[in-house]
C-alpha cells in the first residue's frame, strides 16, 4: 500500500513537473514562441536586403574595383542607372549550374557514403558516430562526424589536380564567381522553403518544432529543431559544415591561384589570409564533434537564416580578404606581416584554449585541471519538455573567469588578423570584422538571455561570479 501510494505521488509529480517543463521550454531552448514588432521588422530587413548586400559587396569588386562608395555614388550623380550595373553582371551559366551541382552532390556522397576512418589513426581526433545534446522534447541525435575527412579527401583531388590531373583551372571557382552566387542562392532558398514545408507537413520530431504563426518569422528563424532525411542526413550539420566550411579554403586557394596568373606572384598578404584561415577551418572540423554543442547547433531551428546564411553568407563574405587581394594584391613589410601573423595565432590560441577549457570541465564533469588547480563552478539545473530535471555545472576558472565569451574574443582577434592582413587601403575586407562584432555581441546577448530564462536565479549566481562578457574590466 506504501508503495502504490508512493509510486502514485511519483506520478503527480512528474505530471507537475512536465506542465513547468513545457512552459520554461518556451522560453528557454531555441528561437521564440512568439514574435515581437523588432524582430519582425529586423527579420523583414534581412530577408528583403542581405541577399542584395551579398551582391553588393561581390558586384562592387567585379566593376569597381572594390570601391564600396563609387557605385552609389555613379547612381547618385545620374553617371549610371540601375539597369547598367545589372547588365554588366554575369548571369546563371550552364558551367556554373554543372560545377555547383557537382560540388554539393560530391559532399553529399562524403557525408553519407563514406563513414569516417580518421579517428582510427589521428591520436586526439574525435570521429566517427557521435551523440548530440538533448534536445528540449528530450531527444538525443546521433551524427556521423566524418568532416575532417571530407576536407581531406575533397583538397587531396583539389591539388593532385592542380599539379598533374589539370581536368580544370584552378581559378575555377574565381572565375565563375558571380554565377556560382546564383546557384548558391538557388540552393540556400530552395533548401530553406523545403525545410519549412517540411516542419508543417513531415517533420522528424513533431514536438521539437515552434510555429510563431508568422509566415516570415518561422521562414527566416525555421520551424523544426532538428531536420533530417532518414537516419543521418541532419540538415543542421550538413549545411553548417559541408559545402560552405569546406569550400571556403578552396575559395581562397582559387584566389591565391588568380592573383598568382594575373601577377606572376602570390603576396604574403594572400598566404596569411589562407593561412590564418586555413587554420580555422582546420579547427572546425577537427572538433565537428564539439561543434554538436554549440548554439547553432543546441538552439537555433533551420530556416533561412542557417540554410540560405550558410549557402550564401559565409562563403561569399567571410572569403571577401581573398577577392579584395585578387583586386588590391599588396604586399605586407615584415614588420606588419609578422604582426598579423602573431595577432592570428594569439587569436586562435585564446578561441582553441577557452574552449578546450569548457569541453575538458564538462567531459569529466569538473574532475580535471585547469590552470594547475582544481576548477570552480556555479551548479545550475533546469527542465525539459518531458519533465526531466537535469543538471548543468558552469566554471568560473581559467579563461571563462576573466569573461563569459572569451572564447568570442579570440574569435574576434583571429577575424581583425584577416582584415589587418589586407593593409588600410579600402573598407571592403574589414567588414568581416565588423560583421563578426555585431554577431558575435547579438549572439553573447541571445545566449546570456536564454540561459538565464533557463537557468533562472542561477544564472544570476553565474553572472555576479563572472561579471563580463567579452573583454575583463570593459564589457
Known amino acids: 500500500m506504501a508503495a502504490h ?24 531552448w531555441g528561437r521564440a514562441w512568439e514574435v515581437d514588432w523588432f524582430s519582425l521588422a529586423s527579420i523583414l530587413f534581412l530577408l528583403m536586403f542581405a541577399p542584395l548586400i551579398v551582391y553588393y559587396f561581390v558586384m562592387s569588386c567585379a566593376q569597381y574595383q572594390c570601391s564600396l562608395t563609387a557605385p552609389l555614388l555613379d547612381l547618385l550623380t545620374g553617371n549610371k542607372h540601375l539597369s547598367d550595373i545589372w547588365n554588366r553582371t554575369p548571369m546563371l551559366t550552364f558551367q556554373a549550374a554543372g560545377i555547383y551541382s557537382l560540388w554539393v552532390t560530391f559532399q553529399v556522397i562524403l557525408y ?43 583538397h587531396v583531388l583539389w591539388f593532385a589536380n592542380a599539379s598533374f590531373l589539370h581536368f580544370f583551372s584552378p581559378t575555377i571557382i574565381f572565375d565563375n564567381w558571380i554565377p556560382l552566387l546564383w546557384c548558391a542562392n538557388i540552393l540556400g532558398y530552395a533548401v530553406s522553403t523545403f525545410a519549412m514545408i517540411k516542419g508543417y507537413l513531415f517533420p522528424t520530431n513533431a514536438k521539437d518544432c515552434k510555429f510563431t504563426g508568422n509566415f516570415f518569422y518561422d521562414y527566416m528563424m525555421g520551424i523544426e529543431f532538428n531536420p533530417r532525411i532518414g537516419k543521418w542526413f541532419d540538415f543542421k550539420l550538413f549545411f553548417n559544415g559541408r559545402p560552405g566550411i569546406v569550400a571556403w579554403t578552396l575559395i ?13 606572384e602570390v603576396t604574403n598578404s594572400m598566404i596569411l589570409v589562407n593561412v590564418l584561415q586555413g587554420i580555422y577551418v582546420l579547427d572546425f572540423f577537427w572538433n565537428e564533434a564539439w561543434y554538436l554543442k554549440t548554439i547553432d547547433i543546441c538552439h537555433d531551428h533551420f530556416g533561412w537564416y542557417l540554410g540560405w546564411g550558410d549557402c550564401v553568407w559565409l562563403p561569399y563574405l567571410y572569403t571577401l580578404q581573398g577577392l579584395y587581394l585578387v583586386y588590391h594584391p599588396v604586399q605586407l613589410c615584415t614588420a606588419h606581416a609578422l604582426g598579423v601573423l602573431l595577432l592570428g595565432l594569439l587569436g586562435y590560441y585564446i578561441f582553441r584554449a577557452t574552449n578546450h577549457q569548457k569541453d575538458l570541465f564538462r567531459r569529466t564533469d569538473g574532475n580535471c585541471r585547469i590552470w594547475g588547480r582544481r576548477p570552480e563552478y556555479i551548479e545550475c539545473s533546469y527542465t525539459s519538455v518531458d519533465g526531466t530535471k537535469y543538471y548543468s555545472k558552469l566554471t568560473t576558472s581559467g579563461f571563462w573567469g576573466w569573461a563569459r565569451h572569451f572564447n568570442y574574443t579570440g574569435d574576434l ?63
Not at 512536465?18 to 522560453?27: H, L
Not at 591520436?123 to 557521435?130: D, N, R
Request: charged share 20%.
Open 5 to 28: 501510494q508512493e509510486r502514485k505521488l511519483a506520478e503527480e509529480r512528474k505530471h507537475q513537473n512536465m506542465q513547468n517543463g513545457t512552459k520554461a521550454s518556451q522560453g528557454q
Open 112 to 154: 553519407m557514403s563514406i563513414p569516417d576512418f580518421c579517428h582510427k589513426f589521428l591520436p586526439g581526433y574525435v570521429g566517427g558516430v557521435q551523440e548530440g545534446a538533448v534536445t528540449p522534447a528530450g531527444v538525443v541525435n546521433k551524427y556521423e562526424i566524418n568532416g575532417l575527412q571530407a576536407w581531406i579527401i575533397t
Open 252 to 264: 581562397n586557394l582559387s584566389f591565391a591561384a588568380k592573383q598568382q596568373e594575373l601577377y606572376g
Open 413 to 475: 582577434m583571429g577575424s581583425l588578423a584577416y582584415c589587418l592582413a589586407c593593409g588600410f587601403g579600402h573598407i571592403l575586407p574589414y567588414f568581416y570584422i565588423i560583421y563578426m562584432s555585431i554577431l558575435l555581441i547579438h549572439r553573447c546577448l541571445r545566449d546570456e538571455h536564454r540561459c538565464s530564462s533557463k537557468y533562472g536565479k542561477d544564472w544570476k549566481r553565474y553572472t555576479a561570479a563572472v561579471p563580463y562578457r567579452l573583454l575583463p574590466g570593459i564589457f
